[in-house]
């Protein structure tokens, strides 16, 4: 694997490649886990060259204390890249990605941002669609690869390629899980005995809405959903159940539209968010 910390000299590489052949793109911030790796084998099946990049974004955090907090495991993380076969690893530094002068524009997200994430994490999205546009820009791929998991995420980021007219195809992959279903995740390592024992609870509530989602009111498979969370001690920030493109959110299901499940809640000190489609 290749380790590129500067812009000039990664686009160097990608250029007669971009040219040849296809450039896969699975953005980070690091603390790699399973998920991560999942999202880079793909990549590797389906392109010439699959780029990582490494790099924590502050323009996400809606509190900074959380960026302060925000777990950095790079020689850990070289590794499982290396392990994973990653070809490229691109790991700027902030200069790098927001020097001085850069667009500070905002996106108009057709109200993706200010639902569920986006209204318990004010500002989050356009952080995310900031460093994603940029790095987007750098890399150029034809592909980029992004989790289920952060569901929000990847409706944001389709938008954000609609808007910008970019041709890099958007690739979901589905949620790695622990073989008890709590998806995999960073913060799953911050998890007290007990609470872990509690967590795959989400899982659980998420499974319930699939198996017992029926046409008309959705409000007694929520309820019955939300004391599945709270018997086991969850704070939950949200659980709602929204149509899988504009992430509006319902209160009654068609029978036909689709809808993902969504859900963000407290174990402990831990916020957890996992999501499922419930019409196939
Ligand atoms: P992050 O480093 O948390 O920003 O995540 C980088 C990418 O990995 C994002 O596209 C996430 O959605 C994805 N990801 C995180 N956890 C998982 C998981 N358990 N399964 C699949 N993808 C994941």
Request: hydrophobic share 40%; charged share 25%.
């Amino acid at each position: 694997m290749i380790i590129f910390k500067k812009i000039k000299a990664l686009r160097d590489f990608l250029e007669p490649v971009r040219i040849t052949g296809s450039i896969g793109f699975v953005p980070t911030m690091g603390a790699l886990h399973e998920g991560h790796l999942s999202l880079v084998e793909t990549c590797r099946n389906e392109n010439t060259v699959t780029v990582s990049s490494i790099f924590v974004n502050p323009a996400q955090f809606n509190d900074p204390k959380d960026f302060l907090k925000y777990p950095v495991t790079i020689e850990k993380d070289i590794q499982r890249l290396h392990g994973g076969r990653c070809d490229i690893l691109f790991l700027p530094d902030q200069q790098e990605i927001y020097p001085p002068g850069i667009n500070k524009e905002t996106v108009d997200l057709a109200r993706l941002d200010q639902v569920l994430e986006g209204k318990f994490r004010p500002g989050h999205f356009q952080g995310v669609c900031k460093v994603v546009n940029r790095l987007l820009e750098i890399v150029e791929p034809h592909r980029l690869y992004l989790g289920q998991k952060d569901y929000q995420q990847c409706m944001v980021i389709r938008r954000l390629l609609d808007i910008t007219g970019r041709t890099t195809t958007l690739n979901i992959c589905a949620t790695v899980r622990e073989p008890d279903g709590l998806a995999m995740s960073s913060r799953n390592l911050r998890l007290t005995a007990e609470d872990r024992r509690r967590a795959p609870a989400i899982y659980q509530a998420l499974e319930y809405c699939k198996n017992n989602l029926v046409k008309g009111n959705l409000s007694d498979l929520k309820q019955s959903a939300l004391r599945m969370l709270s018997e086991q001690g969850f704070r939950i920030d949200y659980l709602e159940i929204a149509d899988a493109v504009t992430l509006e959110l319902l209160t009654q299901w068609d029978g036909k539209q689709d809808v993902v499940a969504l859900i963000a809640a407290f174990i402990g000190d831990v916020r957890l968010i996992d999501n499922m489609v419930l019409s196939d």
